[in-house]
């Protein structure tokens, strides 16, 4: 036999993947791989391989892939090797999935060609699900059937595939059409199986022998599950809904004059929602005059229960007087809500001027007082419900701030600027020519004026109160996660620092207003 002659190493092989990262789709089968040598190619050499998932995993061997590892040999030559991966099929959609391949060795087999790994070594595959689980849409986004047909059937449509078991909740919607009235409320869950692409909701219509306009209410499906989309909307972003309009349409025979008249015009005739309306208006009342609303379910009523029942009773009679929102779509309620609350607040405000001038209290003191407490404290309580009921504080902390927003916004700007107009137009008159002489002075044409008093100093302090409270509740957000609650001892703490906080801007304000 001949010795073997040493090959001239006019380089190092370098070991290395040809591509950092590969794209496969669920059913490829095997993922292929390529690792490439370059430089020396005199010589056989041998690398070891192994996949590894990420951290945190998201591609899973034995459930996405199947591990491998081991040991290639290159040839002399030889510049390009295969490692191959099995890549596991299933029938859930899953979202995209990656694990790596390493080389983690190479060795040559001869002294004079060496080989080392070069910088790709570690290479990302990333499985791409092809078990699209469909578009859940309405066959229709609208229905029209007849108020005797008895039932409304719907069917929901799965397109685009079918491959696993998805779901989605459905509830109806009032719009004209009332439940109860109109037709059956309803709410659930529709499944589809693997393959499975049409389900059915099925709705009662409810048949009366009144005359109506045509009715409309909503069925909406929501909450897609395993990957199930309802299509895309705006910038291809995906839908939230997908919505059905149910139109109901008359069929009953016109039998009275008022039936006749809205048949001819445009008026549109709701029997079933004036007569839901009726029935809520007169709720309101008897709530109002029952103790604890009437609920059957409360504790029987104690001495103080009926106590605070009686001093609140007129007011409970005068504000249900404002009419329930399934009229006129609710403006006359947020109409007639804003003038109860007005006069209620102009009540407050004379009573409070004459508490203050009995007792000799300046008007800007019994102010931030007896008027600031009479119009704030629904205010409280709302904040106080809405902080035990939501789950964030939100919603309590926003009602605060956007009442002292609309208070110094709109209940300055906007009577400010009625008067700005007023005095504008009228001119001085002669009494406020006496009202105001110096004023007369410096503007003989007249105007709209309100004078500062201690309203600097007041604003003044209150800012730094209110910026001390916004900077607690951040300072809570950042060290404890959360801005109220929590433990008895801090809660009972911050909340003492709250209302000292209130405290020091009343008695600050009393104290200048006495000594300015």
Request: proline residues 5%; hydrophobic residues 45%.
């Amino acid at each position: 036999s001949r010795a073997r002659s040493a090959p001239k190493a006019t380089s190092i092989a370098t070991v290395q993947f040809a591509c950092d990262s590969y794209r496969v789709k669920e059913n490829v089968g095997m993922a292929k791989v390529t690792v490439v040598r370059t430089g020396n190619l005199n010589a056989k050499l041998t690398f070891k391989y192994s996949t590894a998932e990420h951290s945190p995993p998201t591609a899973k061997a034995g459930e996405d892939y199947q591990a491998v590892s081991g040991e290639i040999t290159m040839d002399l030559n030889q510049k390009e090797a295969e490692i191959s991966i099995p890549i596991i099929d299933d029938n859930i959609f899953e979202p995209e999935e990656s694990f790596d391949v390493i080389l983690e060795e190479v060795k040559s087999d001869y002294y004079a060609a060496p080989a080392e790994l070069g910088k790709s070594v570690r290479c990302t595959i990333t499985i791409i699900d092809d078990d699209f689980p469909g578009i859940l849409s309405h066959q229709s986004n609208e229905l029209k059937v007849m108020e005797s047909c008895g039932v409304a059937t719907l069917l929901v449509e799965r397109t685009g595939g079918s491959r696993g078991a998805v779901s989605c909740t459905f509830h109806t919607k009032d719009v004209t059409a009332i439940a109860g009235h109109d037709y059956t409320a309803c709410s659930g869950e529709i499944v589809f199986a693997d393959g499975e692409a049409v389900k059915e909701i099925q709705v009662q219509i409810l048949d009366d022998s009144s005359w109506e306009k045509d009715e409309m209410f909503k069925v909406i499906l929501e909450n897609p599950t395993s990957g199930a989309q309802f299509g895309y909307g705006f910038a291809s972003q995906p839908l939230e809904q997908a919505v059905c309009e149910v139109h109901i349409i008359s069929d009953d025979t016109v039998t009275t004059m008022v039936e006749v008249v809205a048949k001819m015009t445009s008026i549109p005739l709701n029997v079933d929602a004036f007569e839901f309306s009726a029935a809520s208006w007169t709720e309101q009342f008897a709530e109002a005059v029952a103790v604890n609303g009437g609920d059957p379910n409360a504790p029987e009523a104690d001495v103080i229960t009926w106590i605070s029942h009686l001093i609140s009773l007129p007011f409970k009679v005068i504000f249900a007087i404002i009419p329930p929102t399934s009229m006129q779509g609710g403006w006359s309620t947020f109409i007639l809500c804003l003038t109860f609350i007005g006069g209620v607040t102009a009540i407050i405000g004379d009573i409070a001027a004459l508490f203050g001038c009995c007792l000799g209290v300046p008007n800007a003191i019994t102010a931030i007082t007896f008027v600031a407490i009479g119009t704030s404290l629904p205010d409280t309580f709302a904040s106080k419900k809405a902080a035990v009921m939501d789950e964030t504080a939100d919603a309590s902390i926003v009602n605060v701030t956007g009442s002292n927003a609309v208070n110094v916004l709109l209940g300055l700007g906007l009577p400010w600027m009625i008067g700005a107009f007023y005095w504008a137009g009228m001119g001085p008159t002669a009494d406020w020519v006496e009202t105001y002489p110096d004023m007369a002075t410096l503007y003989p044409s007249g105007g709209f004026v309100v004078r500062a008093g201690d309203l600097v100093y007041s604003v003044s302090l209150f800012v730094c109160c209110a910026l001390t409270c916004l900077g607690t509740l951040t300072a809570r957000r950042l060290v404890v996660g959360y801005e109220l609650g929590g433990p008895l001892g801090p809660k009972v703490a911050f909340g003492g620092l709250f209302i000292s906080l209130w405290a020091v801007y009343i008695g600050g304000s009393i104290y200048h207003s006495f000594n300015p």
